[in-house]
Structures are given as C-alpha cells and as structure tokens.
C-alpha cells in the first residue's frame, strides 16, 4: 500500500520518513486502510522554510482575500460532509449523526465564517490612535503558527481546519499543522479541501502545511525554531508542559489547552428542589463523547447529607444502565484505567465500574468515584488527576467553610458550575462558593453543565493553569482568539503615508472599531 504524502511546500509530496503508522476502528480495533508517514526533520525543516517565505506576502494581503479562503474552506467542507463524517466515525468512534454530521462538522465551518467576518471588519486588530501625541499601535501578523490538533475533535479543532487554524489564518499568518495520529485521514480529507480553497481565493499554496507525526524530539524542536512565530497545542499536561519549556526557552509564546476537571457543585437547595433531575444532566454531561470533553465534568462537590446520598445513588444507577460507548483509541483506554486507579490509590473509593470491557474495542465501565472532602484535602494533588474519559468522582464535604476549602484547593480550571436553589435558598452561600471558585476557572456557569461551549464572541475557553497555559486568552470566541496570533505593533511620529491602513487617518473600513483619542468609533 502506498505511503500518503504531506503537504509541504505548496503541494503534496513523499515524506521523509523512516517509520510509518496507521489509524484504528476503535469501536472493533481493526486496522484502517492508509499508511501515514512519520516525518523526519527535513520535512518539518522545509516547511518552516516554506512558511518563512509566504509569511512576508500574507502579511500584506488583503484581509478580504484572507476571509475568501476562510469562507471557500468552509463551503468545500461542507460539499465533502458524508466522505469526512464517514472517515472521521471510523477513525474515532464518534456518533456519525447527530454528533459529527450534526453538531461539529456545522461549528467546524461556522467559525471558519465568523473568522471570515473578522478577518474583513478589522477590529480585531484594536488599533489605537493618539494624534496629539503621534503615536498609533495595532495588533499585527506574529508570523507561522504551528498548531497541534487533539484527538477528541476531528474537526472543529483540528490543526487544519478548527480553531485555532481559523484565528491564524484570519490574522494573516501561514500556519503548519501537526495531525493528531488518531484521525489522519480525516485530516488528509480536511487539507484537501484547505488546498482547493486556496487556489479558488488566490493565496500562496504553502499559506497551509501539515504534517501527520514527528518524532518527540522534532516535536520539541519544531516549537522551538526561530522562525516561528507563535505555537498552540491542545492535548495531555505532560506532552503540553514538554512542549511549553522548549518553546519558552526559545522565548516563543505557546497557547495551550492541558487538562481540566471542570468541578460541578451542587448547592443543598438544588438538590432538595430537583435531585434525581441534575443527577440525570450530570450523567448526560459525564457521558457526553464518552466523556472525552475538554470540559467534561470529571468533580461533583456537594455537602454530607440524605439528598447528596440519593443523588450520588442515581447517578450510579444511571451509569450502571447506559452502555459504555468507544474511547478513542487503545491509548486513551490504557490511560484511563492508569488514572482511574491512581486516583484508588490516592484514596477515592469505586461506587461502580473502574475497569475496561473486554473484547473488541476501547471501552470501558461507566465509572463513579467517592472521595470525602477530608480525604481530599490531605491528597488535593493526587485526588485532582484527570481520568479523561466516561469517569468522574463525588466529593461530599461536612459543612460549607470545608466545601470552600476544597475550592479553594483546586487547580486551574475551564469552567466552574453552581447549582442552587430557585427559591434563593442558597444565594447567602452561594455569595461565598462563588467568590471562591470564581479564581479558579475560566468560564463560570450556573445551573448549567460545563460540557456545551458555544461559539459566541464573548465565550472564553481558557483558564488558570493547568487548563491552560495562561489565563488571559481563549481558544473559543472570535475575535478575542484572534489575539494569540497578533504582535502589538507602534509606530511613533511615523509619516501618514508610511503607517499601515488601520492607523492612517481614514478608515480603511468604515465597520471597524478603533481606539481615537481616548474614544472607540468608526470614524
């Protein structure tokens, strides 16, 4: 069988490589068809080289070019559903209907739009003029970006078509993807896609780059090249914090999304009002991709008492009925029952599951936890670890001052969830939870999962470490993503005629925002 090609260099093209790999049917553990390269370093090395020479060009191309592209890549997509549902199902699992047909293949191409929209309006760039001083800025291009795509989104966060793709290209910086190795072929699919937009928009064929695997070692020296410009990575907290110091090292900015257990917490008004209802929600929210969500809720604190008890023994009994759906690969189950039993040892004790199926496929039991808050407390490190996948734990605390010290133990976070009571019965607490938890998380949510992040501009997908790898930026939420991929630029007492369009006098858009004197208008 034929070894795929990467796409380096404004066009596909045999790899350099040495050693292959394949994707797997994690519903049956079959082989998939296709061999995928695992690139040496002269293909990262000619990319980098590639995306140096266009970086130059795209830099000053105009915006509406790059929002033709964004919205061509989405409209091809969209002309190639059923053969990229059909590829990514089988690669990982996920529902082809509702889950990829319905729900990430349309976000995948609507933030592709809204990044279209942005990249024409302009405001993204924040431009600031202060004309008694002469001195103007702006948010420019920071030069190649390299994104590495997860595992758990084979569209809308891939490093060829999501997010964070769509941010870097609307910002006008070539970008060099890393596929995940768990959907390659889906990824292959997405680029081709990406390449005949391209040409249709007219922008330089090497704008994008991917590259399916690399070598760790590669991995780390690709991050930490001088001509990158900045580097985003969603994936596991070891491979994130390896990839953080060699980039830092190199003084390069690197966005990540690491880990997170996005605690629900469940107020004792609540749970008298509508117990057996939110145990219901939190097995949906748990379940959710089998549990493979960035913002799956993987800790419910409540406090000690009857209602607690009940809903802990609904959710059991609700994971006990629902059939375990497939992980992602053999990996992210061999992970799973890693962690799941490290957080035994480290003093949560099994309400139901806790092992792998056997058979064929990468499923495991539907996995409750129980921990109290006193035993919490004396291991918060190792009680906080992240079993990624259909698992979460209860923390039951005595009284309120130790649920707060619980919160207060937590790490960084996504999101953070309170349910209270509807009457006000808990709003006094809830005055005192909040403004423990607030800190603690990116997102703060009330009466309402953590699991749907909707892409609207004032969302933000970030959060204190280890969510992320720093709390001021957002992965989800066009335009305030768009600022990962900007440099600041000022320019003091330079002549009209040599400023860029968006701090000249006139507006090169009359739609855009920016900052004149003191005043933001669209003068």
Same mark, same amino acid.
């Given at each position: 069988?034929?070894?795929?090609?990467?796409?380096?260099?404004?066009?596909?093209?045999?790899?350099?490589?040495?050693?292959?790999?394949?994707?797997?049917?994690?519903?049956?553990?079959?082989?998939?068809?296709?061999?995928?390269?695992?690139?040496?370093?002269?293909?990262?090395?000619?990319?980098?080289?590639?995306?140096?020479?266009?970086?130059?060009?795209?830099?000053?191309?105009p915006a509406e070019r790059l929002a033709d592209f964004l919205d061509l890549f989405a409209k091809k997509i969209e002309e190639n559903m059923t053969a990229l549902v059909s590829k990514a199902n089988a690669e990982t699992g996920l529902a082809a209907v509702p889950r990829l047909r319905d729900v990430e293949l349309p976000r995948t191409t609507?933030?592709?739009?809204?990044?279209?929209?942005?990249? $024409?309006?302009?405001?993204?760039?924040?431009?600031?003029?202060?004309?008694?001083?002469?001195?103007?800025?702006?948010?420019?291009?920071?030069?190649?970006?390299?994104?590495?795509?997860?595992?758990?989104?084979?569209?809308?966060?891939?490093?060829?078509?999501?997010?964070?793709?769509?941010?870097?290209?609307?910002?006008?910086?070539?970008?060099?993807?890393?596929?995940?190795?768990?959907?390659?072929?889906?990824?292959?699919?997405l680029a081709e896609c990406a390449v005949a937009a391209l040409a249709e928009a007219g922008l330089p064929p090497s704008t994008l780059q991917m590259i399916y695997r690399t070598s760790k070692e590669d991995g780390l020296r690709l991050v930490s090249d001088p001509r990158i410009g900045a580097v985003s990575f969603t994936g596991s907290r070891?491979?994130?914090?390896?990839?953080?110091?060699?980039?830092?090292?190199?003084?390069?900015?690197?966005?990540?999304?690491?880990?997170?257990?996005?605690?629900?917490?469940?107020?004792?008004?609540?749970?008298?009002?509508?117990?057996?209802?939110?145990?219901?929600?939190?097995?949906?929210?748990?379940?959710?991709?089998?549990?493979?969500?960035?913002?799956?809720?993987?800790?419910?604190?409540?406090?000690?008492?009857?209602?607690?008890? $009940?809903?802990?023994?609904?959710?059991?009994?609700?994971?006990?009925?629902?059939?375990?759906?497939?992980?992602?690969?053999?990996?992210?189950?061999?992970?799973?029952?890693?962690?799941?039993?490290?957080?035994?040892?480290?003093g949560a004790t099994v309400v139901t599951g806790a092992e792998p199926i056997g058979g064929c496929g990468c499923r495991y039991k539907n996995t409750l936890l129980r921990a109290t808050a006193t035993r919490f407390l004396a291991n918060p490190e190792g009680l906080q670890r992240e079993a990624f996948g259909n698992a979460t734990m209860v923390?039951?605390?005595?009284?309120?001052?130790?649920? $707060?010290?619980?919160?207060?133990?937590?790490?960084?976070?996504?999101?953070?969830?309170?349910?209270?009571?509807?009457?006000?019965?808990?709003?006094?607490?809830?005055?005192?939870?909040?403004?423990?938890?607030?800190?603690?998380?990116?997102?703060?949510?009330?009466?309402?999962?953590?699991?749907?992040?909707?892409?609207?501009?004032?969302?933000?997908?970030?959060?204190?470490?280890?969510?992320?790898?720093?709390?001021?930026?957002?992965?989800?939420?066009?335009?305030?993503?768009?600022?990962?991929?900007?440099?600041?630029?000022?320019?003091?007492?330079?002549?009209?005629?040599?400023?860029?369009?968006?701090?000249?006098?006139?507006?090169?858009?009359?739609?855009?925002?920016?900052?004149?004197?003191?005043?933001?208008? $669209?003068?």
């Open positions: 069988m034929a070894l795929e090609q990467v796409l380096v260099a404004g066009g596909w093209r045999d790899a350099k490589a040495k050693s292959t790999f394949h994707a797997e049917d994690p519903t049956t553990g079959e082989t998939l068809e296709g061999v995928f390269p695992i690139s040496e370093w002269h293909d990262c090395d000619d990319a980098l080289n590639a995306a140096v020479a266009v970086a130059g060009e795209l830099r000053t191309a609507t933030q592709l739009r809204q990044g279209a929209a942005a990249a $024409r309006e302009g405001s993204w760039t924040q431009a600031v003029i202060d004309t008694m001083a002469n001195i103007r800025s702006h948010y420019a291009p920071i030069g190649p970006v390299v994104v590495f795509g997860p595992n758990n989104f084979p569209f809308a966060f891939n490093g060829i078509s999501g997010g964070d793709l769509t941010a870097a290209i609307a910002t006008g910086n070539p970008v060099i993807a890393k596929a995940n190795p768990l959907h390659p072929g889906t990824s292959k699919l070891e491979a994130g914090l390896r990839l953080k110091a060699a980039a830092e090292s190199a003084g390069k900015p690197i966005y990540l999304e690491m880990s997170s257990l996005n605690p629900v917490i469940l107020l004792p008004g609540a749970l008298r009002e509508r117990g057996q209802q939110l145990a219901t929600e939190l097995a949906d929210s748990c379940l959710a991709a089998s549990g493979q969500f960035c913002t799956s809720p993987n800790l419910i604190l409540m406090i000690a008492g009857d209602e607690a008890e $009940r809903l802990a023994a609904d959710l059991a009994a609700i994971l006990d009925q629902r059939p375990p759906a497939p992980l992602l690969s053999a990996g992210s189950l061999k992970g799973l029952d890693e962690n799941v039993h490290a957080l035994i040892a480290s923390v039951t605390a005595q009284d309120i001052d130790q649920l $707060r010290q619980v919160i207060g133990a937590l790490e960084g976070n996504l999101t953070g969830s309170i349910y209270s009571s509807k009457a006000g019965d808990d709003d006094t607490v809830y005055v005192e939870i909040a403004s423990e938890l607030r800190f603690k998380v990116g997102r703060l949510l009330n009466d309402k999962m953590p699991t749907g992040v909707a892409l609207s501009p004032a969302m933000n997908h970030g959060g204190p470490y280890p969510a992320t790898g720093h709390p001021g930026f957002t992965a989800v939420g066009i335009p305030a993503s768009l600022l990962r991929f900007g440099a600041l630029h000022c320019y003091d007492n330079v002549r009209p005629d040599r400023l860029p369009a968006v701090l000249q006098n006139k507006s090169p858009n009359p739609a855009m925002w920016r900052r004149i004197d003191g005043n933001w208008t $669209r003068g």
